[in-house]
């Protein structure tokens, strides 16, 4: 393995982590995948079980240019998912946050209400603000009419309390056509016009990435493009990221924690569970190309947990961790935005979407929140036709997840009564 020059024999440099993890080649499994749902991941990033004193008051130490819009973002941002709390926000702004990303879906609107009350007082030009075409109901559709797409976002200036958004981002693109609506677009320049928005943005974990993302950063259209990016996955990233950011188009990463089953895996001592979310943020951020990366904040400690790896190099170390990780949830992390078993299920089970409410369960603490999200799949359509099933599902799976087992376990999980 080379290591970086200058004594530290712990660095990584960039061309040695990329060959040493297998990034370009690994888990291009991935690649194929059919995105057959839009869900994204709404729970709060979980908490380690012990609490480090070296966190303590950890700031923000990486900026890095956001494209060009001008603007030098925190390299670990802040995502509102599930944000409760205004002094949540004041306190991230005070360790060095600057950039918040919100929509208006987020907890039926109280995230949008929470950012908008956490950074009163805070001049204008020093936080970046990015939100979606989206209601609070989910993403608006590509044939939304544009006034009603204006609409959506002057109710979010209203809940946030500001004159206007830095970026809005066309949100679940899951193909070309969508990418270029010609409503969102238009929407996008009349809101401009009126000094209502500054920035296109457009955010997405559809398994097309390299076809919707190649065409977002050649159109010159968007500013910024936000992608599901972690440890061995989507391989071919890479390649765009590096066109995005030749051409001036900011790059955010998300799902960066790739399941955050780190909290309950029996072979990963303490200190390994302590340290995984900061080794996935330094791999992460090892990419140059990368402006930064956004994780769900909603509680103060996470501040100190996760900006504790803010401006640092990744290590050997931290990529065994990554790596004994990748190994342990090989066939229990059912990757966003696949979806190659669907079509073979004869009851339409949506395995990817019970599957992911399982995981808030078990691996993000929102118990409540699953089964929530569980309740409204149709009765005809829910796990328990998995029992008896013969599970075409499983030899489509390209990972090889015993999806029936966890199927009927989920189910067992998230059911009411």
Known sequence: MVMAEGGDETKLTRRALLTSTGAIAAGAAVAGCEYKTQLYLLSDAPETDRKLASWGDS?????????????????????????????????????????????????????????????????????????????????LDDDTPVPEVMRAVEGSLRRLQVDHLDLVHIHAVNSVERLMSPNL??????????????????????????????????????????VAYNFKNWPQLHDIFHEAHQRGVGVVAMKTLKGAYHTQLADFAPSERES??????????????VSGLVVTISHFPQIDEYLYASGQEITKQDVALLEKYDQQVAKIYCRPGCGECLESCPADVPIDDVLRY???????GQERDAMRSYAKVDPQRTADNCATCPAPCEPACPFEIPIRERLVEAHRLLRFG
């Open 59 to 139: 700031k923000v130490v990486g900026h890095r240019p956001l494209g060009r819009t001008g603007f030098e973002m925190s390299d670990i941002s802040f995502g509102t998912s599930k944000l409760q709390d205004p002094a949540v926000v004041q306190r991230a702004i005070e360790r060095g946050i600057n950039y918040f990303d919100t929509s208006p879906d987020y907890s039926d609107e109280a995230s949008e209400k929470a950012l908008g009350q956490g950074i009163k007082g805070t001049p204008r030009d020093q936080i970046f603000i990015a939100s979606k075409f989206c209601s609070s109901e989910g993403h």
């Open 358 to 364: 399982r995981m808030y369960a078990e691996s993000y």
């Open 276 to 289: 995984f979310a900061q080794a996935a943020f330094k791999w992460v951020l090892a990419n140059p190309d």
């Open 185 to 226: 677009h238009e929407a996008f320049d009349r809101l401009k016009e009126q000094g209502k928005v500054r920035f296109l943005g457009v955010s997405s974990h559809t398994p097309r990435l390299e076809e919707v993302m190649g065409r977002a950063v050649g159109s010159d259209r968007f500013d910024v493009i936000m």
